[in-house]
């Protein structure tokens, strides 16, 4: 009895290995021996289930080994990958505004900027008081886009909003925040952006 590998037509890779006598495998009907491309004596020969085998040298190589699970840790943080990228990190801060109805928060920049997340602190406001956040162009006053609208103003007067990635904000374009409600409220507006330095 001898050991004897099985590799399938069109395959290099050992489907299984058998016992058997060569009288077997020489004797063996054709729709059995035809679908194994190579039936290989390897006695002696460390193989099995899954190992290559290499026609040409007639030698077998164990299976790659599997990949490492997937991590649920990234390998480098987002604010690390901008880093990477040459940018450094600004937290501008507009002053403390007294509301009207409505108030215009104006922001721009002298350059490019990738924006990732604003902080507004409201004091003094009412229940139904609210916000939009606009990108205007400082030309013509046109708005380019807008990405909230009628925001309402929590209990503690904190709007937070971070994003998962950066947009990218050209030198000179206007962030606004436009405040609807109370008069005399007190509005606080923090962006945080990067730049290339």
């Excluded at 409505?102 to 009412?126: L, M």
Aim: proline share 10%.
């Amino acid at each position: 009895m001898s050991n004897f590998a099985l590799i399938p037509v069109g395959s290099q890779i050992v489907y299984d290995v058998i016992v058997a006598t060569q009288s077997f495998i020489d004797t063996a009907p054709a729709e059995w021996t035809a679908q194994w491309a190579y039936i290989v004596n390897v006695d002696g020969v460390q193989c099995g289930p899954g190992w290559v085998y290499d026609p040409n040298t007639g030698s077998f190589y164990p299976p790659a080994p599997p990949p490492p699970p997937p991590s649920d840790t990234p390998i480098v943080s987002y604010d690390q990958l901008l880093a990477s990228q040459g940018l450094s990190p600004d937290v501008s801060g507009v002053r403390t505004v007294t509301a009207v109805d409505p108030t215009s928060v104006d922001t721009s920049w002298s350059q490019d900027r990738q924006f990732q997340g604003v902080q507004v602190q409201v004091a003094g406001h009412g229940n139904d008081d609210n916000v939009d956040f606009l990108v205007v162009n400082p030309m013509d006053e046109s708005i380019i886009g807008q990405w909230g609208t009628a925001i309402p103003v929590p209990p503690d007067g904190k709007i937070s909003v971070v994003l998962s990635a950066t947009a990218s904000v050209p030198a000179g374009i206007v962030l606004r925040l436009v405040y609807h409600g109370t008069v005399g409220a007190q509005v606080y507006v923090q962006y945080r952006t990067w730049y290339a330095a």
